[in-house]
T-cell receptor, first 116, second 108 residues
């Protein structure tokens, strides 16, 4: 089956630093990747849609200068949280949709970010 | 606007009992509805989608456009069904909108 990985699985950083999270499709090519954020005991909220080779489309209320998304290849998308603050602490999940014609999204295991 | 409502945050039933997880949606167009499941310490995975009309792990869900609902049902719950269940809607641009989720616990 289609597998999506995320790295790191958890990260702790100091306030003001930047953190990069990687999302990889391991056994398929992903034209589109999605980034979600999940607060404790809440649902997944879509942050942005990332298409390979083009700029990401951000959801309303998501700061594109704070959450930098790069989708440089068909197997890798990165989310960089710039100048992180404690309120950015959350669970970040990516999903990927392949090129095979199937429209199913395959989800990564998530990355827990804690900003001190 | 797209919205998905799962009214029950927690649902607990006994093994062998029927289970129904409720999902209502709001969308002006023709939606695609999905149920995703997240078992303990595992990633989110697709359980079923309304267009396939399949029964997966004994679960079924019927799209009721009149009631704008997509409830998930299983006639006889099993302990391994304990998990977090999310109802999701896809309107345009391949974007998924998720409900708040229902934590299902099957008691032995």
């Amino acid at each position: 089956g289609a597998v999506v990985s995320q790295h790191p699985s958890w990260v702790i950083c100091k306030s003001g630093t930047s953190v990069k999270i990687e999302c990889r499709s391991l056994d398929f090519q992903a034209t589109t990747m999605f980034w979600y954020r999940q607060f404790p005991k809440q649902s997944l909220m879509l942050m942005a849609t990332s298409n390979e080779g083009s700029k990401a489309t951000y959801e309303q209320g998501v700061e594109k200068d704070k959450f930098l998304i790069n989708h440089a290849s068909l197997t890798l998308s990165t989310l960089t949280v710039t100048s992180a603050h404690p309120e950015d602490s959350s669970f970040y999940i990516c999903s990927a949709m392949g090129t095979s014609g199937s429209d199913e999204q395959f989800f990564g295991p998530g990355t827990r970010l804690t900003v001190l | 606007a797209q919205r998905v409502t799962q009214p029950e945050k927690l649902l607990s039933v006994f093994k062998g009992a029927p289970v129904e997880l409720k999902c209502n949606y709001s969308y002006s167009g023709s939606p695609e509805l999905f149920w995703y499941v997240q078992y303990s310490r595992q990633r989110l995975q697709l359980l079923l989608r309304h267009i396939s009309r399949e029964s997966i792990k004994g679960f079924t869900a019927d799209l009721n456009k009149g009631e704008t609902s997509f409830h998930l049902k299983k006639p006889f719950a099993q302990e391994e069904d304990s998990a977090m269940y999310y109802c999701a809607l896809r309107g345009g641009a391949q974007k998924l909108v998720f409900g708040q989720g229902t934590r299902l616990t099957i008691n032995p």
